[in-house]
């Protein structure tokens, strides 16, 4: 059904109510004229009289009494619906699906959704755990979060923290094996190896030398395609690792992990927030935006600084 035809059927439905047609336009917030114009279309429309209409009289013909029976209940049950799509729009509750690399989502995201949850009871977590970015549409995804690169067209991102990549060793395996003085020196010594979950191919260690990105095959001991299994290992002293910063902040600050060349520590890389639209957000998605932006952009709990690298590194 047309927009007109629609705004013609609350006109007459408003009228019979009220039993004028001008009481009839102010309630609904149009001219007088319109009201009488969208009358005659919903007349010519349906080829009968609706009313009979006089300077000072209106009342409803036969097929009018008729037609306001059929059409009354159905308008009704549209308003009620537009009015609990409006009411669940400004609603803080309901299901919130969140798309997250498993690594981001439990250090760094999952206390924000927590606190979310505790503010408003009546959200309903949806988390997937997967770095990849899918058709958001189909998977009905509300907000996603991406480690590494940008997200691509069609989706709007926001960058919320630099991932460092930091090389790191425990303290027991410096004791056992030294710590490497150079990159190429890494050659002689234990290291781990990460395996993108979506390719399946190990991922080149990349490091800072003179204000590019060098990226690195560096032999490994241990391989695997889970963060928190591989920062295990390091920390175990079993290799060295290269980590992502929010893995490695905690752990260097804890005195559980020592940085080792420090100077070619990347910055390249970031951790992304990304969603549809700006337009038309339910509210429980832009309150949820809001409390991320608020704890976490910027965070330099997940970041080590210029300094602490110096004071901690070997």
Same mark, same amino acid.
Request: include cysteine.
């Given at each position: 059904?047309?927009?007109? $035809?629609?705004?013609?059927?609350?006109? %007459?439905?408003? &009228?019979?109510?009220?039993?004028?047609?001008?009481?009839?336009?102010?309630?609904?917030?149009?001219?007088?004229?319109?009201?009488?114009?969208?009358?005659?279309?919903?007349?010519?429309?349906?080829?009968?009289?609706?009313?009979?209409?006089?300077?000072?009289?209106?009342?409803?013909? =036969?097929?009018?009494? @008729? %037609?306001?029976?059929?059409?009354?209940?159905?308008?009704?049950?549209?308003?009620? &619906?537009?009015?609990?799509?409006?009411?669940?729009?400004? !609603?803080?509750?309901?299901?919130?699906?969140?798309?997250?690399?498993?690594?981001?989502?439990?250090?760094?995201?999952?206390?924000?959704? $927590? !606190?979310?949850?505790?503010?408003?009871?009546?959200? =309903?977590?949806?988390?997937?755990?997967?770095?990849?970015?899918?058709?958001?549409? $189909?998977? #009905?995804?509300?907000?996603?979060?991406?480690?590494?690169?940008?997200?691509?067209?069609?989706?709007?991102?926001?960058?919320?923290?630099?991932?460092?990549?930091?090389?790191?060793?425990?303290?027991?395996?410096? &004791?056992?094996?030294?710590?490497?003085?150079?990159?190429?020196?890494?050659?002689?010594? #234990?290291?781990?190896?990460?395996?993108?979950?979506?390719?399946?191919?190990?991922?080149?260690?990349? %490091?800072?030398?003179?204000? $590019?990105?060098?990226?690195?095959?560096?032999?490994?001991?241990?391989?695997?395609?889970?963060?928190?299994?591989?920062?295990?290992?390091?920390?175990?002293?079993?290799?060295?690792?290269?980590?992502?910063?929010?893995?490695?902040?905690?752990?260097?600050?804890?005195? @559980?992990?020592?940085?080792?060349?420090?100077?070619?520590?990347?910055?390249?890389?970031?951790?992304?927030?990304?969603?549809?639209? *700006?337009? &038309?957000?339910?509210?429980?998605? *832009?309150?949820?935006?809001?409390?991320?932006? =608020?704890?976490?952009?910027?965070?330099? =709990?997940?970041?080590?600084?210029?300094? !602490?690298?110096?004071?901690?590194?070997?």
């Amino acid at each position: 059904m047309a927009f007109n $035809e629609l705004r013609a059927i609350a006109t %007459f439905t408003k &009228a019979a109510e009220l039993g004028s047609l001008r009481r009839a336009a102010v309630a609904q917030g149009i001219t007088p004229q319109a009201a009488s114009q969208a009358l005659t279309q919903l007349e010519t429309y349906l080829g009968v009289r609706l009313f009979h209409r006089t300077t000072r009289k209106l009342s409803l013909t =036969e097929e009018g009494e @008729r %037609f306001l029976g059929a059409a009354a209940p159905g308008l009704q049950a549209l308003q009620r &619906a537009l009015h609990g799509a409006r009411q669940g729009r400004d !609603e803080i509750a309901g299901p919130l699906r969140i798309a997250a690399p498993r690594s981001i989502m439990l250090p760094v995201l999952w206390p924000v959704l $927590e !606190e979310f949850c505790a503010r408003h009871p009546g959200i =309903e977590p949806d988390v997937q755990l997967d770095d990849r970015i899918g058709n958001w549409v $189909e998977e #009905r995804v509300d907000v996603g979060f991406r480690a590494g690169s940008p997200p691509g067209d069609g989706v709007i991102a926001r960058l919320l923290l630099p991932l460092q990549l930091v090389v790191c060793a425990a303290p027991s395996y410096i &004791a056992r094996h030294g710590a490497p003085p150079t990159i190429d020196a890494l050659a002689q010594h #234990r290291c781990s190896g990460f395996r993108h979950p979506g390719t399946g191919k190990p991922m080149p260690w990349e %490091f800072a030398v003179g204000g $590019e990105t060098l990226a690195r095959d560096v032999a490994s001991v241990v391989m695997t395609n889970d963060v928190e299994l591989e920062a295990n290992a390091v920390v175990a002293g079993q290799c060295i690792g290269q980590l992502v910063g929010v893995t490695a902040a905690p752990l260097v600050r804890a005195g @559980r992990l020592v940085p080792l060349l420090t100077a070619h520590v990347t910055h390249h890389l970031g951790l992304y927030l990304y969603y549809g639209s *700006r337009v &038309a957000q339910p509210a429980r998605v *832009r309150a949820f935006i809001d409390l991320v932006v =608020e704890r976490v952009a910027g965070n330099a =709990e997940w970041v080590l600084s210029v300094q !602490e690298l110096r004071r901690f590194g070997r």
